[in-house]
């Protein structure tokens, strides 16, 4: 038991090194997500679209994260370094009719939530379940 309990840690341990070599540069694993770096501006429509749109060697499930999810990714810090530009982000959560939350990455609000109008432009991050890429 405990001989399979090696094995099946190193293989587990192996998985994640894999994982971390493969991902493309400015992608970020945390909270058991891939996130796909902030780059560019889109309202609220256009973001939702371009993330269900988008294909990454060959995966497709990528989304708008909820305001919970970009929240841990702010207080974690997993992003600080890679590049990305760091502003008023989307979220897939609502906040009433015609309007989103968002979160500014850059630490200007200290990571806290704020309302944006889904005509207005926000920057943009997609996320998928961490199943390698």
């Known amino acids: 038991v405990e001989a399979k309990q090696k094995i099946d840690a190193t293989a587990a341990a192996q998985a994640k090194q894999k994982q971390k070599t493969e991902m493309p540069k400015g992608y970020v694993s945390h ?11 889109k309202n609220w429509s256009e973001a939702n679209a371009y993330c269900e749109n988008t294909v990454i060697n060959s995966q497709t499930d990528w989304r708008l994260p909820a305001i919970d999810e970009l929240k841990a990714l702010y207080d974690s810090g997993a992003m600080k370094g890679q ?34 109008t889904d005509t207005g432009i926000g920057y943009v991050t997609c996320v998928r379940k961490s199943l390698g890429l």
């Open 83 to 116: 590049g990305w530009t760091l502003y008023d982000t989307w979220s897939s959560t609502p906040t009433g009719r015609g309007n989103h939350y968002g979160i500014g990455l850059d630490g200007g609000n200290g990571g806290s939530r704020g309302t944006l």
């Open 31 to 41: 909270g058991g997500l891939t996130w796909m770096p902030v780059s560019f501006y």
